[in-house]
């Protein structure tokens, strides 16, 4: 046994070393995104037109990429905040400009998408990718009832009532109430926050689920009839089932998502980082990301690549007068507290 | 007739139904994880659909233990290919695993027998601090190594994870151990000084084979709390040292792969071994 120990000991200092002396081979890139985000073969790609070596690391939210770099993570290039994120994270200091105006291809980003507060022009990071939240229903179980507002998730009809999943987020499901109610998704007035508050306590009795995850599942099987769910991942339930599921957006109006790719402050490798972003702006890359994620493109030369099923899909690929009834989520600042209190008596039901 | 023991007839029988209760409410998620790490279906996971290896090939392929060609993937889905960052992390979660462990066996075996041995000043400060990590919340001690490692410029990635786990791993051994050295018989060691042994020799063949179990159990442990680790994980690894625990919670909140399920009974699989070893090893020396 002794001797066992003393060869994992050896091994493990053998392991060490090696970990210790990774190559500093020229030209690396981090990247530091959420998770199943990218196409593989991009990074592949890239690596084989230009040698530089790509890292990909993970984090889940917003928030979680927030905490790791403004506690002092460094090494890593490139991150991809929502909007609101980039604007909180500007005014911390933790982004450089990319300057995107200098780099071959910027005239490909379409000036109708989401602009961070502290970014107007899209100079300092570049859009990625966009969505929405809608509603995935299942076909057969809302046959004959018209899915087209909120009112069928926050007023259900009878045939509806215990089948339905609402998102467990607070964001989301609070903002879809008060879009129901005609207000803004970043309102911060208690009274329409209230109303938002009793528009949802009204309705939870009659929903099956709050959650986060699996929903596209459960309403191909039939565990739901009509569940709160992200476009991209919709879409992606809908291609295995298009004759059981749809996606639909209410007309009153949805929560519209976006991601950029930033810079950090403290990349190590603002040379390579560059290099990607020129890649990432070329169409036929950008088109096959947008295609792999099932997500919107904000390339305007990518579009005519973009897969058919994708375009045609007036949920992904809204006409623009249902592209403006789409809200961007802001960061509030210290008046969430207001929407984390709404939130508490929400759940607390 | 006198009892043989204090507890009645329906006591007892109460005992055992909260002893399968309690066996079923912990093992039972495993054994559902474990079935559906089998189904074919790659759409919904909980939906039975057929028996498959699949997820497991893909995993070893993964990992670079088989090669074969794998099938397309129907319609290039993108919650369903296999990731390569899957693999890296699981590499990764075994590197610092068993580097830490080793370090901090070494470091809490000697910290052990110096707080029992040893006299100096502020020795049961020195105790109570050791105990310290263990005690703490993980996520004070992740941000706090995160931020003083950020302060003295040392670089994020597999070097900071295996220092981070060290740090609060040698807490743990020097607990376990230390509890052992409690519980020594002195006079064996005095024996053999007594019949003319050097204290080194003393030490290797007295001290420590009695203090072997301790040393090996604690070194298993460390193993497994390090094979688990999340938050300290997340906080201190950097670029490419992406653990399989950091890599699951990134990858859980959008859609899963199925390969998630067999990577998981896999770990199962592992820990419970490494736990079975511990205990076959703990047995005593002395004991018959």
Known sequence: MLKKLRLAGLISVCMVTLSASGAFAAGKLALYNWSIYIDPEILTDFTKETGIDVTLDNYG?????????????TGYDIVFPSVHMQDIMTQLDLLQPVGLQDLKGHENIDDKYFKAKTDPDHQNCMPYNWGSTGLLVNKAMTNGIEVNSWKV???PPEALKGKIAMLDDVRETIGAALIYNGYSINSTDPKELAAARDTIKKAKPYWAAMLTDGVGDKVVNGDFAIGHWWSGSAAQTVDTAPDKVEFVLPKEGVNGFQEDMCLLKSAPDVKEAKAFFEYMLRPEVAAKNANWLRGGTPNKAALPLIDAALKNNPALYPDDATFKTFQLVQDLGDKIRLWDTVWTQVKAE | MTAR?????RGRQALKAHLWLFFLFLYLPIAILVVYSFNANDVSMMTWSGFTFDWYLRVFENLGLISRDMPEIASGNAQLYSDPNLAISVIN??????????????????????????????KNAYRALVMLPIVIPDIVLGIATLIFMSSIGIPLGRFSVIAAHTLFLASYVTVVVGARLAGMDRKLEEASADLGAHPLATFRR??????????????????VISFDDLVIAFFTSGVGSTTLPVYLFSAIKRNVSPEINAVSVLIVVVSMSVVVLALRLRRDPLVK
């Open chain 1, 61 to 73: 939210n917003n928030e979680e990429l927030l905490a790791k770099i403004q506690a002092g993570a």
């Open chain 2, 93 to 122: 979660t075994l590197i610092v695993g068993f580097t830490a462990s080793t370090i901090a066996t070494v470091i809490g075996t000697l910290t052990a027998i110096g707080l029992d041995r040893a006299r100096f000043f502020g």
């Open chain 2, 5 to 9: 023991h204090s507890w009645s007839r």
């Open chain 2, 206 to 223: 007295v001290t420590l084979p009695l203090l072997m179990p301790a040393i090996i159990g604690s070194y298993l442990l460390a193993l």
């Open chain 1, 153 to 155: 998730v926050f007023d």
